[in-house]
């Protein structure tokens, strides 16, 4: 809350990896800045729950750091209470394709469950375009919806639907920031920007200005990792990976840099 009442926003980052997430790190180091380290539920079964868990929160306690552990994108009520007993400080339930009366029944289950566990929980409302898919203006969350979806489900921080997307963009995005404002003065809590990779930076910094207090950064770490990587394998025969990823781990890292230098 205290970002929303400051005009100021977190960067989210999710991390694959022990080197996407040692990237991530050394940059909130260089810079001095709190991040939020997120999960999906692919990484998770990538990496094994209690696994990421404990290379986040040893590199968190390494990096002598300020760091939070969410869960992105929770579709389940088994995967959140697996994630709340290992320890996440907060987790997002993702009922967004559900008519409102179910995200709304459902978003309530989760809050109550956090709460015995002191974690907090975020939703979203309206249509944020996965990977393939297309934005539809008539998915844009609406402020009044939105102040009765945060209202009955006492949820901490709301994913709106503004014209960002997941995954790459097709064409250049355009956030309504006219809306955003509007969304803003109706709620109370946190708003999240999902779809943050590809945004335009005075377009991200505009978002901020307007009401978003965390946003969401994926795609482009994995791009970054990935590109750099398969660069640096085009250029040489080297096959010990740890003279290789060194490379792809330092892009990930300018670029976390990059995005929190630019959030301030």
Partial sequence: ME????????????????ETLTGILHAVKEVRAPVILQLSQSSIEYMGLLMAVEMARR????????????????????????????????VMIDASEKSFSENVEITSEVVGLAQKYGA???????YVAK???????????QPEAAKKFVEMTGVHSLAVA????????????NLR????????????????????SGIPANMLQNAVLHGISKINLATEIKDTFMRTLRLQLGQSSEIDLRK?????????????????????
């Fill in 59 to 90: 590199k968190i306690k390494e990096y002598e750091v300020e760091g939070w552990l969410h869960l992105d994108h929770g579709n389940n009520l088994s995967l959140i209470k697996r994630c709340l007993d290992a320890g996440f400080d907060s």
């Fill in 3 to 18: 970002y929303r009442k400051n005009k100021k926003a977190i960067l989210a980052t999710n991390f694959y990896n022990l």
């Fill in 177 to 196: 920031i006219d809306l955003l404002e509007r969304i803003y003065q109706a709620t109370t809590c946190s708003l999240v920007l999902h779809g943050g």
């Fill in 120 to 126: 907090h929980v975020e939703a979203e409302l309206g």
């Fill in 244 to 264: 290789v990823f060194p490379v792809a781990i330092d892009a990930v890292s300018k670029l976390i840099k990059d995005k929190l230098l630019l959030l301030g």
């Fill in 131 to 141: 990977l393939g898919q297309d934005q539809a203006d008539n998915g844009f969350t």
């Fill in 162 to 173: 503004i014209g960002s997307v997941h995954g790459f963009y097709v064409k250049s995005p």
